[in-house]
């Protein structure tokens, strides 16, 4: 891969069409460097979908959040950083997967279980999430 790249980046309202064009620079991102194995990035994306998501419907005030996402390729790892205006929470990242007939509840968990690393704190811009899948890894058990 040769040395890290500039950050892909995305801005603008956390709402549901954004998350097409979050999909859009993830498979640039991965048109881009043909090295990648596709489980890592297909490990990365879930867990980078499923965290935007939860900003998405969750966030407040609905509608005016603002978000601002970057991805980096190195050599050794894809991260990627989510930081949005909304209100501050509390994330569950502990825990067992909910049971199959629940309706929801699973989207951090599975995000946690892709990847190498999942950080969330709360700073004066708003919520970060800093997530990291290590290439060519199995994620933790």
């Given amino acids: 891969m040769a040395g890290e790249r500039a950050p892909y980046s995305l801005v603008g309202f956390a709402v549901p069409g954004e998350l097409d064009r979050l999909h859009a620079l993830l498979e640039r991102v991965g048109a881009d460097h043909e090295g990648l194995d596709p489980m890592d990035l297909m490990l990365f994306e879930t867990a980078v979908i499923e965290i935007a998501n939860n900003v998405v419907e969750h966030g407040k005030p609905v509608g005016e ?72 890894q199995l994620p933790p058990d």
Avoid at 67 to 75: G, P
Avoid at 96 to 121: H, K, N, T, V, Y
Wanted: no cysteine; charged share 30%; hydrophobic share 40%.
């Fill in 65 to 136: 959040v603002r978000w601002r996402f970057e991805v980096q390729v190195t050599d050794d790892a894809i991260v990627a950083e989510l930081v949005d205006s909304g209100q501050e929470f509390e994330p569950h990242l502990e825990g067992d997967m909910p049971d199959e007939d629940a309706e929801g509840g699973r989207g951090l968990l599975l995000a946690q279980a892709a990847l190498d690393e999942l950080q969330w704190s709360r700073t004066p811009a708003g919520n970060r999430w800093r997530m990291v899948r290590h290439l060519g």
